[in-house]
């Protein structure tokens, strides 16, 4: 026993001191904030669920191993996965554990007098002496003063310190991070974001079942959802005909809200959000909704309406499904939207105009069980035609009708939808106010230099000068001092 | 009428690559010149007043090409009645244009002529890669772009680009130099140029000069995101990248003021952060995915 190594006792504490000490040190903070910069680099070359959940999808579908694998080590969602998060909270445990001890620090010296002046002030990186000719005291003093430096007076010296703005801005710009990452905390409990699709006319009433998707913060109430209905009156989109890209958009609205008395027109576009409280609404996409008219075999009408159909070019070719459980036996259609119809070679129909100046829509008719009453949750844009059967294909003008064995399709024409997003971001202003006092904070510590200056008085007169970070320009500085000393300005 | 600022932009944009042109051979033939041997037993000298008129020449030209530049980028910006940064075309003339702009400003203040030849080759790249890959027609923007915000995200970027660039190349100078001087002198073009402590604290002024406009940049950029997507910060590729490229500048800061590197290491550190910057301009915008790549190209 007695030949084993006795490591000094370290205890729990002294380890959890041990622990705290190395995580607070300049040097992990450095390792964890490139450690931080490498870590977001697979989230912009792997598709994110949050982004793209369609090519997250396609991933999957093409290589569902790998992905299965990827997913779990959270590569679809680097930036919510518990890796990352791990490194940006302690990364900034080990800011707050930098900069709170240093911001005392810094408080207790700034109201502290400059250190007495050394004795050998020859020893400094810049000094001169020349023979005195009295009345150096009072213009150094003043000098001084003019150039706002702290001074201690004490035995014939001068001890005298500038530059301590530096530090506060440094402070300041480190503080502010740790507010930018509050805000973004606070936002993510007490948040909310929803989007839905509307088409043109349609209303929307705000409870949690008008989105298509909803997320809230953990500490979000259901019932703090803002009363108010709001109407899509109009959705114009005008594009440029020499390079199809478009130029505007514009949705007009009527929003009713408070206590529902008074109906008002909005008018919401790409970078002018609506305002509701807290709640901002925001134009994000959108595209064409065919109108169609499915009836079965008697003529009665087993749908009718229109179908948003999502955009797949800048041209605006749109795919979609149309699906028709009350028709006897169950139909769905594959269907294209094509505004501008025309024809090509190599591709078939396609769309030459995002507007709808010419448009089409491209039918496959499916016949069966659409397997609905399975239970399992189905997409809104995808038919499952494992026990369904192609009977038909079709393209149609708007008014033209397609009959097919067991009912007929009518193409009543086409209308917009749009996608808003609805958010409510409580967060962000904090995010802001930290980023602004980020930015004071960063140019008062660049370009602020910190530097002591030594005057000895006596037969002889000494100037001695230190700069910290090997700031330039004191230099300057201190041939300024000598000259104004020698009476030479 | 838009057209034919179109094409002025167009004219003025070639006019300015023949003048980069004549400036990038000035500063080569300036480079080569000063070079003498007064006969084979002698060695090498150096003699700059001889080539004191041809540097003259060089640095006005680069001077003139950014005249003739900076008036086809507003020309261009007249053609489609909106500030020229909608597509990656203009950004690249823009981005050339402040990357001379930064070399010019830089030179009233410090003596960098030796990097002319650098600056108005990479000038000249720039430019020919805008004119030839990346070409559109003037168009309005999209609507997505259509912000006061285009116009303060957007120049921020590009002078902090610009001005990462110019610190880029400087660093790589200093690499160069330093390993030149390792295996022994430097050889007789290399001479002129300054020291290398010279360089090392070049290159950090820069950077640190610009660092908080760039932080600016992507803050006004996370601003413009609030307001036209509904989040200031979304993990797009482009702001990933843009927040890669601050925590590596960030890091070099804190390398170089807190940690006391110097030299070799801080010159790769500072390769590094620009690379990031570079492959974000040019693999997001052409290669990647997100909200940025709208543009068409």
Known sequence: ?489 | MSRNWAYLSNYLVYSSMAVYTISFFAHAIETAWAVRIPNASSSQTFDYKRTEKVARIATAMMALGFLLLFAGVIARGISAGRVPWGNMYEFSITGALAFSGAYLAALRKYDVRWLGLIVSIAVLLTLGTAVTLLYVPSAPLVPALKSTWLVIHVSAAIISGGVFLLANAIAAAYLYLDSMESKGDRTPWAKRLPTLEYLDQLSYRLVAFVFPLWTFAVIAGAIWAESAWGRYWGWDPKETWAFITWVAYAAYLHARVTVGWRGRRAAWLCLFAGSTFLFNYVYVNVWGTGKHTYSGL
Request: aromatic share 12%; with cysteine.
């Open chain 1, 1 to 489: 026993m007695s030949s084993d190594i006795q490591l000094p006792e370290l205890g729990s504490v002294g380890l959890l001191r041990y622990g705290w000490r190395q995580l607070t040190s300049m040097r992990t903070a450095l390792i964890l904030l490139m450690l931080l910069g490498i870590a977001s680099v697979p989230g912009s070359l792997i598709p994110q669920r949050t982004q793209n959940p369609i090519a997250v999808g396609a991933h999957f579908r093409d290589s569902p191993d790998l992905s299965k694998w990827m997913d779990r080590f959270y590569l679809f969602d680097v930036y919510g996965s518990p890796w990352f998060s791990a490194i940006y909270i302690l990364l900034f445990i080990s800011l707050i554990g930098c900069v709170l001890p240093r911001t005392i620090e810094h408080f207790h010296a700034m109201r502290a007098l400059p250190p007495p002046t050394p004795k050998n002030l020859n020893r400094m990186e810049y000094y001169s002496k020349w023979a005195a000719s009295g009345g150096e005291l009072v213009t150094a003093r003043s000098w001084f003063k003019a150039n706002r430096f702290r001074i201690l007076e004490q035995e014939g010296t001068f001890s005298a310190e500038k530059g301590f703005m530096r530090e506060t801005g440094n402070l300041f710009f480190h503080l502010a991070l740790i507010l930018i990452l509050l805000g973004i905390s606070f936002s993510s409990l007490f948040g909310m974001r929803g989007e839905a699709i509307l088409n043109v006319g349609e209303r929307f009433v705000n409870t949690p079942t008008s989105y298509d998707s909803l997320t809230y913060g953990k500490l979000f109430k259901d019932g703090k959802l803002p009363n108010f209905i709001l109407r899509v009156d109009k959705f114009d989109a005008t594009y440029n005909i020499v390079t199809n890209s478009p130029e505007d958009y514009t949705l007009n609205v009527t929003l009713l809200d408070g206590d529902f008395s008074t109906l008002k027109k909005h008018v919401i576009k790409v970078n002018s959000p609506l305002t509701i409280g807290s709640t901002r609404i925001y134009l994000q996409a959108n595209g064409y909704s065919p109108v169609v008219t499915v009836r079965d075999s008697e003529g009665s009408i087993a749908l009718q309406g229109p179908i948003p159909f999502l955009p797949q070019d800048g041209n605006l070719r749109s795919i979609g499904v149309i699906k028709a459980p009350d028709a006897n036996p169950q139909v769905g259609f594959l269907g294209s939207f094509l505004p501008t119809y025309a024809r090509n070679n190599g591709s078939g129909a396609i769309s030459v105009f995002p507007q709808a100046l010419d448009p089409r829509l491209l039918l496959s008719v499916w016949s069966g069980d659409l397997g609905l009453d399975s239970g399992i949750p189905q997409s809104f844009y995808r038919i499952d035609t494992s026990s369904m059967q192609q009977i038909g294909l079709k393209s149609l003008k708007p008014g033209e009708v397609f009959e097919y064995s067991g009912g007929s399709i009518t193409f009543d024409g086409y209308m917009k939808w749009v996608n808003l997003s609805f958010v409510d971001d409580p967060g962000k202003n904090y995010a802001l106010l930290g980023a602004i006092v980020a930015i004071l904070g960063l140019l008062a510590s660049l370009f602020t230099r910190r530097r002591r200056i030594w005057v000895r008085f006596g037969s002889e007169i000494e100037v001695a000068g230190l700069a910290k970070n090997a700031a330039p320009g004191l230099e300057q500085e201190l041939n300024k001092l000598i000259s104004v000393l020698k009476g030479e300005i």
